[in-house]
T-cell receptor, first 111, second 116 residues
Framework: AQSVTQLDSQVPVFEEAPVELRCNYS??????LFWYVQYPNQGLQLLLK??????LVESINGFEAEFNKSQTSFHLRKPSVHISDTAEYFC?????????FGSGTKLNVKP | EAGVAQSPRYKIIEKRQSVAFWCNPI?????LYWYQQILGQGPKLLIQ????????DSQLPKDRFSAERLKGVDSTLKIQPAKLEDSAVYLC??????????????FGQGTRLTVV
């Protein structure tokens, strides 16, 4: 069975500080991993994805995530956050076109 | 490229009433999903279609929820009768993948349902 765990329900951080949002997954087979972002009253938008190849993946707005198979993790990081990064972030895995989502982490960036 | 379209954006109904949501996926996407997102939780899959066939509806409360995807394109999700606990955001998503391919899912903006 597949599952995704996001241990931090909320992460407060000051603007320009670094942040890490944790994601761990459980699966007995190979999976593909995603991070989605959800702004208030919006649907989910793809932030970045790991399908194969390099274990470090980057988004266009400065986020990165590293696939770590031995630790079954796919943590999301950004070296310097902006107020506009305030949103909820969901980690997800897919196997045979089925998506499994974590419970989400609310990132609150303070000025 | 047009995204996933959903309507309505918001709906308020009384318990025991019925409601329907509509979704038009991205053109050419074989797979369509309906998710329920309760406040403070991650999306929970209700039903997954591949073309016009149901792949997974194991978490769909079939006594009150129904969904169809006619002609393998747009889809409707219906709740009849609604309960207070159905208050949630209903997200539609589509993906290109079929037959085991893994690609990202694209989401619509969702329909926020409030049952009073």
């Amino acid at each position: 069975a597949q599952s995704v765990t996001q241990l931090d329900s909320q992460v407060p951080v000051f603007e320009e500080a670094p942040v890490e949002l944790r994601c761990n997954y459980s699966s007995s087979v190979s999976v593909y991993l995603f991070w989605y972002v959800q702004y208030p009253n919006q649907g989910l938008q793809l932030l970045l994805k790991y399908l194969s190849g390099s274990t470090l993946v980057e988004s266009i707005n400065g986020f990165e995530a590293e696939f770590n198979k031995s630790q079954t993790s796919f943590h999301l990081r950004k070296p310097s956050v902006h107020i506009s990064d305030t949103a909820e972030y969901f980690c997800a895995l897919t196997r045979f076109n089925k998506f499994y989502f974590g419970s989400g982490t609310k990132l609150n960036v303070k000025p | 490229e047009a995204g996933v379209a959903q309507s309505p954006r918001y709906k308020i109904i009384e318990k025991r009433q019925s409601v329907a949501f509509w979704c038009n996926p991205i053109s050419g996407h074989a797979t369509l999903y309906w998710y329920q997102q309760i406040l403070g939780q991650g999306p929970k899959l209700l039903i997954q279609f591949q073309n016009n066939g149901v792949v997974d509806d194991s978490q769909l409360p079939k006594d009150r929820f129904s969904a169809e995807r006619l002609k393998g394109v747009d889809s409707t999700l219906k709740i009849q009768p609604a309960k207070l606990e159905d208050s949630a955001v209903y997200l539609c998503a589509s993906s290109l993948g079929a037959g085991g391919m893994n690609t990202e899912a694209f989401f619509g903006q969702g329909t926020r349902l409030t049952v009073v």
